[in-house]
């Protein structure tokens, strides 16, 4: 018996109803917890400045933790971020699997924090471009994609001796993949909240360390 290739349009199928019964199978508490991981129902619901300019958004993740330091301790490491500048905070090794260039730094860097609204900044020698779209000192900044569908903004809250950092993603979803939605959701996701936890604990111990260094050399 002669055995019928799915061919592209088959696959595509079975990939679609095999991510659909993945998707459909998720808690929404547990999905609730991916998207918004250390975020209070408050900062969840929080409009930060920049959110304005997107309309038909598809998917918002709000993720936040507490650092014991100042926002002004907190602001250099957020600034010289990127891809070829100091790196992300975060798995270095995952990030260079899609030829990011991420080298996270381990120090302040001063060549890198004369950052500009409307400067751009590549993803990768070879990838888009995110720009910076908001910059408040000490409070917001905000990066957008040159196609304008991903907007990343941090929120620095300062409560007590305490700050909170919040990273929002606003996203617009291609319009009818319903294929790339349910990768998405599937695969990136969870994957994102590996990854940005990851950096904003390695922002929460960096910016630590430096508060600490500052008041030692008082």
């Not at 100042?70 to 905070?89: C, D, E, K, N, T």
């Not at 900044?141 to 919040?166: C, M, N, Q, Y």
Request: avoid cysteine.
């Amino acid at each position: 018996m002669k055995r019928r290739s799915l061919g592209v349009l088959g696959v595509a199928g079975v990939a679609l109803v095999a991510g659909a019964l993945v998707a459909a199978m998720y808690p929404r508490g547990l999905r609730r917890r991916w998207l918004h991981w250390g975020a209070t129902a408050e900062e969840v619901a929080r409009r930060i400045p920049g959110e304005e300019a997107m309309d038909e958004v598809d998917l918002v993740t709000t993720r936040a933790v507490s650092i014991d330091a100042a926002p002004g301790h907190i602001w250099p490491w957020l600034v010289q971020m990127g891809s070829g500048r100091g790196g992300a905070y975060s798995y270095d090794w995952i990030e260079n699997l899609f030829g990011l260039d991420m080298h996270s730094a381990d120090e302040i860097q001063p060549e890198l924090q004369a950052l500009m609204v409307g400067d751009e900044l590549p993803l990768g020698p070879k990838g888009p471009a995110m720009r910076v779209a908001v910059l408040r000192r000490n409070e917001v900044l905000g990066f957008r994609s040159v196609d304008g569908h991903w907007l990343w903004l941090f929120a620095l809250h300062p409560e007590g001796a305490t700050t909170r950092l919040i990273s929002r993603n606003v996203i617009i979803m291609p319009r009818g993949s319903r294929v790339g939605h349910l990768a998405w959701r599937v695969v990136m996701e969870p994957g994102s909240l590996v990854m940005e936890r990851k950096m904003l604990l390695g922002i929460k111990s960096r910016a630590e360390r430096t508060a600490a260094a500052s008041v030692l050399a008082v």
